[in-house]
Structures are given as structure tokens and as C-alpha cells.
């Protein structure tokens, strides 16, 4: 689908508390008119080093799609940037959320707007999927292949950053 302005939002797709764009002070427009989270998920080997992560290809009709990123949305109305990460995690790529730990979190403030990356440990095995329209696939993608997608651009220059997180 596209529209004037490019690719459209499929019709009844479900809009939460929260959706709309903030034109930031950066000079870009951000979605989330609370700000927005999305969830790094890793899973470890045998000898407790993180092997792979959890990535979205985005639908192609969702701002930068196409890319690769991690599963995240616009927070609702008071929502913590844990609980938002974890629910749209759920509900994009079929995140089990009883089965992670919250490890730590990295957050992009542009004063106006803020985008909280939630690393999170996998403690369960996870089949991520996508699970809605806003995803063309959802994989585990092991570390040394991240670099090889074409990731969303805020997401591969946060990326060697969030790695370093990882244990």
C-alpha cells in the first residue's frame, strides 16, 4: 500500500494509547508520542556468551521499512520503557515475556523524545515469529551476522554499542 507521502499503515491495524508522531528537536519526526522502546533479546551458549539476538525485518510500509531492527513501538500513557519493549516485543515477533530477565537498558534522550533500547536474556526458548503485520520476519541472527543486514539506521549506529552490552 502506499500513499501520498509513501508507504501506509494496512488498514485495521490496532492503533494503541500512545501512537503519533513528535517532530524532535533533532530535526526528525520520531514515532511515540511518549517516547518509544523496543527489546534486544539475546540468548547465550553453553558457556554463558551471548551467540544471537532477536531482529524484525520491517514491513515494508512502516517508516525505514525493509530494514532490520528490533521489535519496539510507541509507549502508552505511563508506561514504563520495560514494559512497553517487552509488550511490543509480544506482540510483534511472539516474545514469551515470562521467559526473560530484563538485563539493563540504553536510552537515546533527544529532550523532546526518548527511545529506550531493553536488553534482555532469554531464560526459556523462545520461537520468535512475526506475529503482526508490522514485520516481514523475525530470526534469531547470531552476532557476527548483525552487521551484514541492512539495519534500520539508528538501529546499526546504536548497534556496536548495544553489542558491547551483551556478554
Known sequence: MTGAGGPT??????RQPGDGWVECDCGRRHWGLHG?????????D??????????QHRA???????TWGIP?????????????????AAEE???????????????LDHG?????????????????RPTDAESLAVAWVRLDDVP???????????WPGLRDLLP
Open 72 to 88: 519496539g513501538g510507541a509507549l502508552a500513557p505511563g508506561e514504563r520503557p520495560e514494559d512497553g519493549a517487552v509488550r511490543e
Open 9 to 14: 499503515r494496512p488498514a485495521g491495524l490496532h
Open 112 to 128: 523532546t523524545w526518548s527511545y529506550t533500547t531493553v536488553v534482555a536474556r532469554a531464560t526459556a526458548p523462545h520461537d520468535p
Open 36 to 44: 518509544a522502546a523496543g527489546l534486544l533479546l539475546f540468548r547465550t
Open 60 to 66: 515494508e510500509w512502516s517508516d525505514q521499512g525493509g
Open 93 to 107: 515477533a511472539g516474545i514469551d515475556p515470562d521467559g526473560l530477565v530484563v538485563q539493563t537498558t540504553r536510552v
Open 46 to 55: 553453553p558457556t554463558g556468551r551471548a551467540d544471537a539476538v532477536v531482529l
Open 148 to 158: 551484514a543486514r541492512l539495519l534500520l539506521p539508528a538501529f546499526g549506529t546504536a
